[in-house]
Nanobody, 127 residues
Framework: MQLVESGGGVVEAGGSLRLSCTAS?????????????MAWYRQAPGEQRELVSE???????QYADSVKGRFTISRDNAENTVFLKMDNLKPEDTGIYYC?????????????????WGQGTQVTVSG
């Protein structure tokens, strides 16, 4: 199981970026998976990782106070993908953005549930 992010980059203050993250299972055994919550975290240099936004499989979203009104999370459940549209970016939004997903995997021998992370994508806001 892997989460692959894309969409980071360098943008001037006031600009926009759209991040995406897709979950996939390269296991050839025929196992299937389902995803509950999907979320975006970020980590600024010298800071702890913090939750930016999360969305349930039913579409209920939550946001950190610092991004409310500027960021929008969405999901395409059929494609196992979560997006984060970031508008009116500020220099303090700079950091590495990580995708996180709560995934249940079902295989012939049983099932398991775990929390998975992407490799991170850098967002830099100059200004």
């Amino acid at each position: 199981m892997q989460l692959v992010e894309s969409g980071g980059g360098v943008v001037e203050a006031g600009g926009s970026l759209r991040l995406s993250c897709t979950a996939s299972n390269d296991d050839a055994s025929g196992s299937t998976f389902s995803i509950a919550n999907m979320a975006w975290y970020r980590q600024a240099p010298g800071e702890q990782r913090e939750l930016v936004s999360e969305m349930t499989s039913g579409g209920v979203a939550q946001y950190a106070d610092s991004v409310k009104g500027r960021f929008t999370i969405s999901r395409d459940n059929a494609e196992n993908t979560v997006f984060l549209k970031m508008d009116n970016l500020k220099p303090e939004d700079t950091g590495i953005y990580y995708c996180n997903a709560d995934i249940t995997i079902r295989a012939v021998g049983g099932m398991g549930r775990g929390e998975f992370w992407g490799q991170g994508t850098q967002v830099t806001v100059s200004g």
